[in-house]
């Protein structure tokens, strides 16, 4: 499977917005939707596992202040689960909750 990172502090995140993509899900341990989302987003970082390096991950209960960094570095409001996709630093997609799903996520990436 594709090497998922974890966000782990702010450094990490302005790294992030200089890549030509990136893909961040934002994923609460505690929370049985977040979970679902976490298995959509594990499916797609193994079909996409030699194409697309910029996966990350903010676990939202430990690093609650990262996803609130990403907030408002991006112009999107905090929502967990959420997937937040980038190109050259933009948001070019995002969703939350049950609409996070393999599909959309490519679509949005053009994979």
Known sequence: MAQLDYITDEDK?????????????KHSTRCPISASAKIKFDRFAEKHENDITGLYIVDVIMKRELSLVIAEKTGIPHMSPQVIVLKDGKVVYTTSHWDINEESIEQALGA
Request: hydrophobic residues 55%; aromatic residues 0%.
């Open 13 to 25: 995140i302005d790294s992030i917005l200089k890549q030509k993509q990136a893909v961040i899900l």
